[in-house]
Each structure stands twice: as C-alpha cells, then as structure tokens.
C-alpha cells in the first residue's frame, strides 16, 4: 500500500530537486530591533515563571503554548552510531548539519514538572 505522502512526493531522484536552503542570504531578514524584541519576549516569559513560582511553590511548566523561539545550530551525527540508529540516509554517515529549531514545548495550563508534558521542536 502506498502512502499519501508517496503518492504527493514520489522520491525518484532526488538530485533534481531544488532546495532553498535556510541559511543562504535573502532567506531571513533580521529586523532591526531583533535583539531587543527577543530579550523582552525572554523577560515575560521569566516574570511569568517567577509568578507561577511565587503563587505555587511548584515547578510548573508556566509558558504559553505558542513558539516562544527560534534557535539556529548545528545538527551533528556521530561516526559511530549504532546500526539500529542508522535507518535513513541523513545517519548513515557522520557529519555536521546546519539546523534551525522551533521551540514550542509547554501547555497553555501549568502542569507539575513530575509529570510528563507534550513536546514538540
């Protein structure tokens, strides 16, 4: 049975596809404030958790559950993984990737940290 995904993107040769890669010059432009705005997001999200502190005595995950960042890095597979980690091409073999990460991981509604959250990157 072929799936959906499949039929939509039959995988043939992928050497004919064109890629627009995250990183190249004209695919982000940083605004001019970036740096401000990201410390101010940083800053409600830390007086939130201190309320929630405050208010509970708990570890609650305490943020909202929309994207609360995006984080550019490097996605690095090891040489010497082990076979039953090896399944797809991207770790057959070692090597560095540029990677950029959506942080979205808590509820809307705070939860003991004891207890396992959804988590989603």
């Known amino acids: 049975m072929t799936s959906l ?12 596809r064109n890629y627009v890669r995250w990183d190249i010059e004209g695919v982000e432009r940083v605004p001019q404030n970036e740096a401000e705005d990201i410390q101010a997001v940083a800053n409600l999200i830390n007086e939130q958790q ?12 305490a943020t909202h559950a929309r994207t609360q960042g995006i984080v550019k890095g490097k996605f690095i597979v090891p040489d010497d993984l082990p076979k039953h980690l090896k ?31 959804l988590h989603f990157i």
């Open 87 to 117: 399944q797809t091409e991207l770790f057959q073999i070692g090597g560095e990737y540029p990677a950029a990460c959506r942080y979205s991981s808590e509820p809307g509604d705070p939860g003991l940290d004891a207890s396992s959250q």
């Open 5 to 16: 995904i499949d039929k939509n993107f039959p995988a043939g040769d992928l050497s004919e």
């Open 50 to 61: 201190r309320r929630t502190w405050n208010k509970t005595r708990h570890g609650y995950g």
